[in-house]
């Protein structure tokens, strides 16, 4: 499962990082309306975050992370098409958006599996690796991704992102066993939202996770201008993106 984690956090970040970037060089769009894009793109992950384990439990496990990452796939390939069309920014946004919450449903997709698979005794240590996997792939997407964009087009970048989506489905496929084959029972929403009675937890999790979110991606998009400033990384081609 850490394997698995890298490879898709690797197919998520290699390009969508630099969305910003494309959207404000290339595109003209003010900051304050590429942040606002990526703002709801997170308010949408956050929430199928929370109807993600829910759907595992109703379709499976392995079926529900093959259909993501199909969804993915396609995804990645709209974007690509897109800007190698110089379509519309609001259809580039609302694509971006839709495949932010889609990928939402991941975490908790995986987090399931590793509760099905660990011994209740490694628990601790099972999700630690996972999220080693997870930090690598963070490490790893936006380095290849800044790499690769001095030579091609942001559009071509998406392509291989979809490439590498279409990697992480085919090994699911056929290496990742399934460990919940999913349930016809009704499964409550409510339930799903019990976490929020547990009052010491929210008041802990919500502030640290909002500050640690927040200034992640505050790293992420000034990283790439502050690079291009010093002279470490090429600015972006410019040239048609597709």
Not at 9 to 32: C, K, N, Q, V
Not at 153 to 159: A, E, I, N, T, V
Not at 192 to 209: G, H, K, Q
Request: aromatic share 12%.
């Amino acid at each position: 499962m850490m394997g698995l984690d890298t490879f898709i956090t690797i197919g998520f970040s290699i390009a969508l990082p630099f969305l910003a970037i494309y959207l404000h060089d290339e595109r003209a769009l003010p900051m304050s309306l590429v942040g606002t894009i990526f703002l709801v793109g997170g308010l949408c992950s956050a929430g199928t975050n929370i109807i993600g384990g829910m759907l595992s439990d109703r379709f499976g496990r392995r079926r529900l992370l093959l259909m993501v990452s199909s969804a993915g796939i396609f995804a990645n390939a709209v974007l690509a098409l897109l800007i190698g069309m110089s379509a519309s920014i609001w259809a580039i946004a609302l694509v971006y958006i839709l495949a932010r919450g889609t990928t939402g449903i991941t975490q908790p997709t995986i987090a399931a599996i590793i509760a099905d698979l660990s011994p209740k005794d490694r628990l601790t240590e099972s999700y630690a690796l996972v999220r080693i996997g997870g930090n690598v792939g963070f490490a790893l997407g936006p380095a290849i991704g800044g790499y690769l964009i001095a030579f091609i087009s942001y559009g071509w970048l998406l392509s291989i992102s979809a490439l590498t989506c279409v990697i992480v489905t085919v090994l699911m496929y056929f290496f990742l066993q399934e460990s919940f084959v999913g349930s016809k029972e009704r499964v409550d929403f409510r339930s799903t939202l019990a976490v929020a009675l547990d009052r010491p937890f929210l008041i802990l999790f919500l502030p640290s996770s909002a500050f640690f979110w927040c200034y992640q991606w505050r790293i992420w998009g000034a990283r790439y201008p502050c690079l291009r400033l010093t002279g470490w990384v090429s600015p972006l081609p410019n040239t048609d993106y597709c």
